[in-house]
């Protein structure tokens, strides 16, 4: 069993940064992939960022240049860098990670992007 515990969502006005934090209870050396979703009430949870074991990466266009997935494995943690953020971006952002053909999901966090 896999936990994922985000942090790091809030309130930013349009242009600002936040970093998202997602902690895993087991090593993500070993997970097939880890990434980041998010949702809008009511609107189907959709892909932001996506690290496969072996580095790659993968990034919805709508965040392309703007987002950045990296991770620490030794913190056994996985972030999301957001700059010039807009108020689109508002959503909730959950951790996600493939360990084989187990998916895991965070609980989630908020991201507001208002002025």
């Known amino acids: 069993q896999v936990q994922l515990v985000e942090s790091g969502g809030g309130l930013v006005q349009p242009g600002g940064s936040l970093r998202l934090s997602c902690a895993a209870s087991?090593?993500?050396?070993?997970?097939?992939?880890m990434g980041w979703y998010r949702q809008v009430l009511e609107k189907q949870r959709e892909l932001v960022a996506t690290?496969?074991?072996?580095?790659?990466?993968n990034y919805a266009d709508s965040v392309i240049g703007r987002f950045t997935i990296s991770r620490d494995n030794a913190k056994n943690t996985v972030y999301l860098q957001m700059n010039s953020l807009k108020p689109e971006d508002t959503a909730v952002y959950y951790c996600?990670?493939?360990?084989?053909?187990?998916?895991?999901w965070g609980q989630g966090t908020q991201v507001t992007v208002s002025a």
């Open positions: 996600h990670a493939l360990l084989g053909f187990h998916n895991y």
């Open positions: 087991g090593s993500i050396f070993s997970m097939t992939a």
């Open positions: 690290m496969l074991s072996g580095g790659s990466t």
